[in-house]
RNA sequence: GCCGGUGUAGCUCAGUGGUAGAGCAGCAGUUUUGUAAACUGCAGGUCGUCAGUUCAAUCCUGACCACCGGCUCCA
């Protein structure tokens, strides 16, 4: 009698089953429905497919269609289903990865002739037959030299060389049908499952990421166990298309981008009302947290960053020019000319810990290709500050700035946060004590102000210091890394930077770099798509318009829209020919917050008739009744 | 930077080896209108830039520029 294996159930239970059986097996002990539904097992964090003998007890579970990880399994699958597609349709591919990934999956392939938008549907056209032949993910195991063998026979070149860097000796394919692939796994039981499968682009890539490398073509192409899902996903892809924040902008006439300036963006006044109102949040903040505000000079000389390091570090990303036959550069970050100014004068420990704020004007070189809308530039702004503080005080410091970036996010509408501890990697400088402490410092205020579900990006530091990232998600539940908290040993060193301390000797303060928003341009784009342009009364570029049923209260919509823009509210008048449905429609699609229709009765009674941007009828009201309702919702940041 | 694609009016897009159109927006007029599109007319383009092929190029070829999608969440 063999011995039993010992598996945990999610419910707490436990099973005991003989080594070798498989998990479908196990699904069936359990019930029939369970059985159908099984897509995968997991043992001990392991997924493994259900056809899989079991070979060690431990925490077991069955993964259904209604798990995480089965989504992963199934794109997984879907990938190679695309392959097995590909390979049909182009003989000769050679393949590179296939992984699935957060929303969907792709595959690289290098193909005798270049795959082309218009292949697409014949791809999924080809895939959705092989779902329904139900092809069976077969593994098949070998040791290192089978899987070279097996490969070369296959024609699949790029693969080999990765063979040796398997640490496993075991190497496992995957074949169904005429296809077959070196794969980790697991899969679903059969390409039955990938019914709901949609190809969505094929672009260029290289074999591994290199440039330099073996060109290749990515298919990328999502999946679903059921078809709402899939259709649902489709429709959100919609939806970001539709808020994409270049279309919105140039809609709502907030931004424009030129080609005398590609990544330079140029802000039109109503775009820079949304740049002005973030600043306001963010002054508010930082006068009431004791931070001072700087403003340093874009064009420095070469020395300085040469000093700071940044010109080994970031040269190739940088802009220069000559002046008086001296070499300058455009500042690529704000903290070496904030260090001088600390450095401008003695400090003593009674200043710490030392809050310097800039809204700071940076310049990267960033590659042509990478340009992106306001998301990806050449020239940005960092909501930037650098504190100067003891080693003592970081957890403190850090911890105000946690909560600083929570009041501001809240006030911008971004309540889902989250944050990652990126610690010490390879390359660091420093003393590894120090990291360890400052790893701390990090970590405790996260925790001690409410973010203890932060996560550990380890060896994801800067080579200068650990650093604190902050995410928020946005309405359509897209991540977005803005906020950044970044403690720095090197460059108050690299600057000779000192404070006295109360024994009356120099002490070298520790710097901390810290950014919210991140950049100004990102985050506006960011906040465009967020609210697809309908954004909350305090930062709308138009607030309220009037507009008049007739070009008879052409003068009193006017004098109305002056009377607002008086008390304070960004109004205008739409005193055109056209008739009011026309002007709402408009109005609308300008995404104006509220619209105040002034016709014969209200021109008569000193009224305006006030309509929401959703079509909400609030009623007649003096403009001064609309006015303190309006500074109130803007006050409130509503 | 690299791979692929795109570039025609302010916007969305047709179109052709014989120097270009529509809808919306704009402007003018008519209408004087009550909560998501009144009617008529007018104006608007070096067809991304520069070269080449051709009797002739927005169209074909090449270079450049810009934009769009992507460029290891590892078999």
């Known amino acids: 009698m063999s011995p039993q294996l010992e598996l945990r159930l999610p419910d707490g239970s436990i099973r005991q089953v003989a080594p070798g059986t498989t998990v479908r097996q196990v699904a069936a002990d359990i019930g029939p429905g369970l059985a159908k539904a099984a897509v995968a097992g997991e043992i001990e964090g392991d997924v493994i497919e259900i056809d899989r003998p079991i070979e060690s007890g431990g925490a077991f579970r069955i993964l259904t269609a209604r798990d995480e990880d089965a989504l992963h399994v199934l794109r997984h699958s879907a990938a190679h289903l695309l392959a097995m597609a590909v390979l049909d349709l182009f003989p000769g591919t050679d393949l590179g990865f296939g992984p699935a990934t957060d929303d969907g999956f792709y595959y690289d392939f290098r ?289 105000d700035m946690l909560d600083m970036t929570r009041a501001i996010y809240d006030a911008v509408g971004f309540h889902d946060i989250k944050t990652r501890l990126a610690t010490r990697p390879e390359d660091a400088m420093g003393d590894p004590e120090a990291w360890e402490r400052a790893e701390k410092a990090l970590g405790s205020a996260l925790d001690k102000n409410g973010f203890e579900g932060w996560t550990l990006a380890p060896g994801e530091g800067a080579f200068y210091g650990p650093k604190i990232e902050v995410h928020v998600t946005d309405a359509l539940g897209r991540s977005w890394q803005c906020g950044t908290v970044q403690v720095d040993f090197s460059m108050p060193e690299r600057f000779g930077l000192e404070y006295t301390g109360r024994d009356g000797a120099k002490h070298t303060p520790v710097m901390i770099h810290r950014a919210i928003l991140g950049s100004m341009e990102r985050f506006v784009g960011i906040l465009i798509e967020h609210y697809a342009g309908k954004f909350p009364l305090w930062l709308a570029p138009v607030q309220a318009k009037v507009l008049s049923i007739t070009e008879k209260q052409a003068d009193y919509a006017l004098e109305v829209s002056r009377q607002l823009q008086a008390a304070g509210v960004r109004a205008e008048a739409d005193i055109r020919g056209d008739k009011v449905g026309s002007k709402i429609r408009d109005a609308t699609l300008e995404r104006v917050n509220y619209m105040l229709v002034v016709g014969g009765r209200e021109a008569e009674s000193g009224q305006v008739d006030v309509r929401t941007r959703a079509g909400d009828r609030l009623g007649a009201m003096s403009p001064d009744e609309f006015v303190a309702r309006a500074l109130a919702e803007i006050r409130n940041r509503a």
């Open 111 to 399: 193909t005798p002739r270049q795959i082309v938008e218009e292949d697409l549907p014949k791809i999924e056209q080809r895939m959705k037959e092989i779902v329904k032949e139900k092809r069976a993910y077969a593994r098949v195991e070998v040791d290192r030299s089978g899987a070279k063998e097996r490969l070369q026979g296959l024609g699949f070149e790029l693969k080999i060389p990765h063979v040796d860097e398997i640490p496993e000796d075991v190497i496992s394919f995957y074949d169904s049908g005429t296809f077959t692939d070196m794969c980790e796994g697991p899969h679903v039981p059969d390409t039955g499952w990938i019914e709901h499968i949609k190809l969505l682009s094929v672009s260029g890539a290289y074999w591994r990421g290199d440039a330099s490398g073996v060109p290749m073509q990515r298919v990328r192409g999502t999946a679903f166990f059921g078809k709402k899902e899939l259709k649902a996903h489709l429709e959100r892809i919609e939806q970001a298309r539709l808020r994409d924040h270049r279309k919105v902008g140039r809609e709502m006439d907030l931004f424009s981008l030129h080609a005398e300036g590609p990544g330079f963006p140029f802000w039109h006044p109503k775009g820079a009302i949304l740049w002005n109102a973030l600043e306001g949040l963010v002054r508010e903040e930082l006068l009431a947290r004791g931070y001072g505000e700087v403003r340093t000079p874009t064009v420095l000389s070469d020395e300085l960053w040469k000093r700071s390091g940044h010109w080994d570090h970031f040269k190739d990303d940088m802009y220069f020019m000559e002046i008086d036959e001296r070499s300058f550069a455009v500042k690529p970050m704000n903290c070496p000319g904030c260090c001088l100014i600390y450095g401008s004068k003695p400090h003593s420990y009674k200043e710490l810990p030392l809050r310097m704020a800039e809204f700071g004007g940076v310049h990267r070189n960033e590659m042509s290709g990478v340009l992106h809308g306001l998301l990806r530039v050449r020239a940005f702004t960092q909501d930037d500050a650098h504190v100067y503080c003891t080693e003592e005080q970081l957890e403190d410091e850090i911890g």
